[in-house]
């Protein structure tokens, strides 16, 4: 987990939890020496009303803005099979436009196109990897 932010959600005795994976995770912390830093950033949680939303592990652009690039839409946004609930906080970086790279033939740089997305995403730490949410389904925090 070296370099990944996470938020403290609670605190009992030498006991610390964080939001992981849609859960709380527990972990022992004895005077919070297990390597620990208590820093500041960006929190993302679902916005008020929604009981969850929805987790990516890519932040494609839409198929509009494939065809706006004049390119075939190569890759299309799934969500993953995880969903962070309501009253979650994760710790967050961006907002980062969605993006992908078109380069299908080899040495033919021509041909090859950065496709720009309209919409926004925040990067957020999620289990044991880097996950993307819309910026338009959560509040941002700061």
Sequence with gaps: MTGQRFYLAE?????????YGGKKAWFYNPG??????????LLV?????????????AAYPSPED??????????TLQPLQYA????????????VRAQDYYAVTFNA????RV????ELF?????????????????AVIP
Excluded: C, L, M
């Design 11 to 19: 605190q009992r005795g030498d006991w610390s939890a964080i939001f």
């Design 32 to 41: 919070g020496r297990t390597n620990t830093v208590r820093s500041s950033g």
């Design 45 to 57: 949680t679902p916005k008020p009303g929604a009981a969850s939303v929805q987790v990516y592990g």
């Design 66 to 75: 494939y065809a706006s690039a004049g390119v075939p839409t190569i890759h």
């Design 84 to 95: 962070i609930p309501a009253g979650q906080y994760y710790v967050a970086w961006g907002p």
């Design 109 to 112: 740089p021509e041909d090859y």
């Design 115 to 118: 496709v720009d997305g309209h």
């Design 122 to 138: 925040y990067v957020i730490a999620f289990n044991h990897r880097i996950a993307f949410v819309r910026a338009s389904d959560v």
